[in-house]
């Protein structure tokens, strides 16, 4: 998301003190599911919330650290409108659990889908995904900085950038970073899924991409792509190489390229709305066992992820304002159902 | 000749008891799905990936791609004996094979359709043992407008296609297109034609349709017929696969054509759908039998086939290469070799060879098991027709409403079904044709996305289809397809005037 003044040590700090909260024994009685919970998934299958989902799936049943069956399954009608109205008619089963990823925010400000985050109980955020500015590495830019002088000194539109979905996250990091060149616009062209993306980029069908770190690792270490900046606020914490040269810390963040935009995506977990409080409490406890292993770990390594673990009233408060910035970022671009 | 190192490097992995028993279960249970309608391959190997976490990447691999290979297998047995297509890709393959099991003959087309199904899997194979890194870079060459370009190839090489008239062609065509536009337009990212309707966010799913158009409607026929299949008479003779297979030889050509068509489209990524319907539009444009397609010609069984399994099974390609899933059931492959720790792109078969070469092997091996177990299954499988219709099709009925009901987990898509059970009856009587129907639905979406895309890089210009030579050719190739059956009548009635003046 994009952040405007809390520094990130902050969070972190707010973040620990949430968990130490939670860990305390807080509530007198403890629950259990009693039948197999069901974790919806508001996307298609193989792109990123899917592939989490499916993992954390996978390290639940490894582990055994539930009694009862996670069942998985993909609801991703209306930019996952499906997946997320579902959660709402079944306000009453706490045995739903849901994965979101910024169409949270986006497919109702974008479409009008009338559901809201408020319709669900928060459990925890989980991860942040990161977003990487990715050209060609055939293309003459080495440096955020070619990059966009080269798209300011060009005709309007006459960059392409490819993205996943319409009005979604790609898209919003796109609008966010014209308002960064000087007038001239990206000719943004929309995707099915983030693999396709990066192997258009690749094929030089578009000129520059926003994929998301795992989406495009695999053509980075190919050395057909080439990372210019990251969209957060600080470097990656992970130091271990990717390529021969270069480790995600490497890429400078795009604040320091000069092009100040940041965004994350929420890689976070919800429950039904009226979910009592020892509800919400087991699957947090849940998924802080899942985000024990080495497994998850790993995981987040792969893919680049910022980990910041959230629950509580921390998690609401983060989840009001980046509503609030996505709101404001989509009426600055335009993609409002409304306007 | 590395290549053939490695090669025999995989077999000496998957040759393993271990490994050829995990071929066995993961066929028996690929089968399965694949005759449930719904319950698809993607499915399949979806509820199974958490279980193979725990195993070598190797092993879990070979388990789901032999789930895969069942799934492609078992699609054909409920389209040959009910009309009721398990899996998209068999649709094509009801066209002929239905009328096959109703004269009598649903042995040898379920022969036809298993050996087809081997022949263009092993054709895809070798394509990726030998051809990989070469293929890989020809699929970078495919933007939005040469995506469109094979797109439209499809849709042309099937008009003209159906007897009766071309105007009912293009009728059952765009009420397939409107029914695709429903649910969200990826390009602008807003709700289409949903009238406030919470159950048409996702549009109308092709698998529902499908059953609904095919089975349901192929009951309600069958009703009116007097309460029995055609067919339920045949024979059950032991000797069907030599029979059948005595018949294949002559239709070398029709193979060929349709690995080609397969392989195309597996790794353009088309996917196993289209390559199927272009599969059997194709041979039925160029076989000289072409004009007896549809009335249970078994070179009409043999074209999509092939065509389905030369594409799901080069539809690995990509996902291997470029991490670019070919199919639905690739993408979630794709989501395995992650948590596998995986990583699907151009440096796998570098830095992965046991796994790459062992999983190519079990290509190869899962294919030949495969067939072996189908095979011997057929008279098993054609036994079926000689249950009485008044147990047999309630229990299609009941099959296809679960079918329809796993799709999204929900009554609405049975409902659907239903409905869309009474238009395939309707469009029968009115002898409408559905295959235009099915392949717009199937393929309508896609093919707009990337007209749009097209449009978008290109500003509006239509000329960016014929920018390149590649998307030029194909696109030239799809209008001449298109207009094949106007330019014979043009020339026939041309050279007629010409023996008129000569006569005169």
Known sequence: MIRTGVSKTKTIAAALAASACLTSPAWAQRWEPTKPVTLVIPAGTGGGADQMARFIQGVVQKHNLMKQPLIVINKAGG????????????????????????????????TGSPFNWKDMQPVAMLALDQFVLWTNSEKPYKTTKDYIEAVKAGDDRAFKMGGTGSKQEDQIVTAAIEQQTGGKKFTYVPYAGGGQVAVQLVGNHVDSTVNNPIEAVAQWRAGQLRPLCIFDAQ????????????????????????????????RGIFTTKNAKPEQVAFYVDLLKKVMATPDWKEFMEKGAFNQTFMSGPDFEKWLTSAEAQHADLMKKAGFLATQ | MDELNALFGGFAVALSGYHLMFMVIGITLGVIIGVLPGLGGANGVAILLPLTFSMPPTSAIILLTSIYWGALFGGAITSILFNIPGEPW???????????????????????????????????????????????????KFGPAEFFAVQFLTFASFIGMGRGSPFKTIASMCLGFALASVGLDGVTGTLRMTFGQDELLNGFKFLVAVIGLFGIGEILCSMEDGLKFNGAAAKLRMDAVIRTWRQLPRMWATFLRSCIVGCWMGITPGGATPASFMGYGIAKRLSKRGDNFGKGELEGVVAPETAAHAAGTSALLPMLTLGIPGSPTAAVLLGGLLIWGLQPGPLLFVEQKDFVWGLIASMYLGNVVGLVMVLTCVPLFAAILRVPFS????????????????????????????????MGYLFNKLRYPLPPLVLALVLGDQAESSFRQAMLVSQGSVGVFWSNWLCGSIMTLGLVMAFWPA??????????????????
């Open chain 2, 487 to 504: 330019l014979q009548a043009l020339r026939a009635k041309l050279s007629g005037n010409a023996a008129i003046a000569r006569a005169a």
């Open chain 2, 391 to 422: 147990i047999i099709a309630p229990a299609i009925v009941f099959v296809c409403a679960i079918g329809a009901y796993t799709v999204n987990n929900t009554m609405f898509d049975v409902w659907m079904m239903l409905v869309f059970g009474v």
């Open chain 1, 235 to 266: 470097r990656s914490t992970y130091t271990a190489k990717v390529t021969e040269k270069e480790a995600w810390s490497d890429i400078p963040t795009c604040k320091e390229a000069g092009l100040p935009v940041e965004y994350q995506m929420l």
């Open chain 2, 90 to 140: 068999s649709v094509a393959t009801t066209f002929d094979g239905h009328p096959m099991a109703q004269n009598g003959k649903a042995d040898e087309a379920l022969v036809g359709a298993f050996t087809a199904s081997f022949v263009g899997a092993i054709f895809a194979v070798c394509l990726i043992t030998f051809l990989a890194p070469v293929v890989a870079k020809f699929a970078l």
């Open chain 1, 79 to 110: 930019a996952g409108a499906e997946g997320f109205l579902e959660m709402k008619a079944s306000a009453g089963d706490p045995h739903k659990i849901t994965i979101t990823l910024s169409n949270l925010f986006t497919t109702p400000l974008g």
